[in-house]
């Protein structure tokens, strides 16, 4: 069939993927309009700073923006210099004029450079002005994402972007504002994170709220640095990874191969419990008491008490005890 010239077609999908097939994928153009955690955390950023900071964002922009026009002003004067050389019909010592046009483009450019330069510095403080909020920016892209990682389980825990940034709006504005910037940061971070939790566990199943909360606190430990990402994963999963055959029980009868297998998962994971299978065989009368009591949470660690972190002690009670977590 015929199709007029200039004629476009447009298919929007709310899909958030699509399986085109390579020969179909080919001959069309596909944009792809989904936020994405770096992008939404430069959008939060910057919209914290035009409450928080309004005139350092106004900088920005009136630097970027003479940064793009002295950027092109500097490669039309490159172009006005080729041009007259090339049109030029006479040696270049002979003419006068042109010497003198070369000339006063040349000043021009080195002009322009060192405000370019000047501009380049400016927008670099700024920058580094601008990165004291990025907390609260990181911190909000990571509470969008974790409620579309958990709406996984169900379709309506879904929230929208644009009620994140309602509450993130409110966040700023309720925030205590104490002078010490960086008081000011860990506020709205704290303030934010308790506005988003309390919205999405309204709308939760009673089952999953505690699962939310388990979640919502390792991605922010994650972030905080306190805990790694493998040390989450172990948590969550234990040895299920590890081929239990391949790893001997040592000298602990007592203790089942897949409790043993969670014990070395954990040993691997998390820097801090690098010794948890020498301990347990070196000290196994004391680890034996400590496993088959009712209730071992409630009891001191064996050899770790009592500078064990809690996310290390949750993590071999996990491990070694599953049933009591």
Known sequence: HDITEGFELYFVCR???????????????IVDFRVTESGLEEQLLSRVLQADRPELEAELRKVNNFLTSGGKRLRGLEDNLLECITQSGTALIDDSSLITTLHDIKSTAHEVK??????WETKSKIQRAREEYRPVAARG????????????????????????????????KVASKPVI????????SKTLT???????????????????????????LVEAG???QEGVTCLL???????????????????????????VAATNACSGLKNLTALLESDREEWREWYEHEAPETLPMPCYEPSLPPFERLLIIRCLREDRT
Request: aromatic content about 8%.
């Open 226 to 228: 306190s805990v790694t």
């Open 181 to 188: 910037l960086s008081r000011r940061v860990s506020s709205v």
């Open 141 to 172: 892209s990571l509470l969008y994402f974790l409620t579309i990682e958990f709406s996984k389980a169900h379709p309506v825990y879904r929230i929208s972007l644009s009620q994140v940034m309602f509450l993130f709006d409110k966040a700023i």
């Open 237 to 263: 999963t234990g040895g299920s990874h590890m081929s239990s055959g391949m790893i001997k029980c040592g000298l602990l009868s007592w203790l089942p191969q897949t409790t043993w297998v969670n014990a």
């Open 15 to 29: 899909q958030s993927e699509l399986d085109l097939g390579s020969e179909l994928g080919s001959v069309l153009s």
């Open 194 to 220: 308790s506005l988003i939790s309390a919205h999405y566990g309204r709308g939760l199943l009673d089952e999953h709220k505690m699962l939310f909360s388990l979640m919502l606190a390792c991605e922010v």
């Open 114 to 119: 060192e405000q370019l330069t000047i501009a």
